[in-house]
């Protein structure tokens, strides 16, 4: 019980970097290449990735688009258009919290609504397995 929640905790503390940070550069000279944190977005609300959580998935919702990475600050980037996946719902939260994201149910991937470094007590419940 206690690996659960220092699980829980140290993705709470990854969830808060990567919020704060979503897109880095590369400075180790040449193109400084580009690492942004997987998010997709799904009805206006924009999910990003916060681990291997386990989940059920649920009914199929719809398309989610994955934001184009913009860690440059270039308006008018050439980053292309974003990649889309089948959006689901997971089992026990509502998709305004959280979604699944993947070509079938049993290869989506978990994503969560987050609030500053704050996730959203349903996902922190699931994380605690309580």
Known sequence: ?????????????????TSVAACTAD???????????????YQEVTYQDVGDVEF??????????????EDTGGAGSDEPAG??????????????????VGDTPETAKFFAVSSGAELPPEVR???DGS
């Open 83 to 100: 990649l889309t996946g089948t959006a689901y719902e997971v089992d026990g939260i509502s998709p305004k919290v959280a979604i699944a």
């Open 56 to 69: 059920t998935p649920g009914k199929k919702l719809g398309v989610a688009t994955e934001p184009p990475c």
């Open 27 to 41: 400075s180790g000279g040449g193109g400084g290449a580009a690492s942004c944190v997987a998010r997709y977005t």
């Open 125 to 127: 419940k699931l994380i």
């Open 1 to 17: 019980m206690s690996w659960t929640r220092r699980s829980a905790g140290l993705l709470a503390a990854a969830a808060m970097v």
